[in-house]
């Protein structure tokens, strides 16, 4: 069955940086388009970032393009969000899943990513 493990969350000073790693498994990763999504407290869940199954297109929502970029390692089975310039509205559970800006699997524990002010 599909299994998606995230990692690389943590606390960060506003600014700062962090890259956001997701494993995958029990589906072909190279023939599938992925995104990063997150769940701030309060709110509902929200896309964040998508890549197509080659790497070449990707998708970033306004609110965070020119300081996130998503990328994938098909070889590795892995995807990334490398972002920088950290704000504390950024705090929240970081996700991924299946499918190009529309999610498709089960999603997984996530990781936290919190910015302190």
């Known amino acids: 069955q599909v299994q998606l493990v995230e990692s690389g969350g943590g606390l960060v000073q506003h600014g700062g940086s962090l890259r956001l790693s997701c494993l995958a498994s029990?589906?072909?990763?190279?023939?599938?388009?992925m995104s990063w999504y997150r769940q701030a407290p309060g709110k509902e869940r929200e896309l964040v970032a998508s890549?197509?199954?080659?790497?070449?297109?990707?998708y970033h929502v306004d609110s965070v393009r020119g300081r996130f970029t998503i990328s994938r390692s098909n070889t590795k089975n892995t995807v990334h969000l490398q972002m920088n310039s950290l704000k504390p509205e950024d705090t929240a559970v970081y996700y991924c899943n299946t499918g190009w800006r529309e999610a498709g699997a089960r999603w997984g524990q996530g990781t936290q990513v919190t910015v302190s002010s």
């Open positions: 890549i197509g199954s080659f790497g070449v297109s990707t």
């Open positions: 029990g589906f072909n990763f190279s023939s599938t388009a």
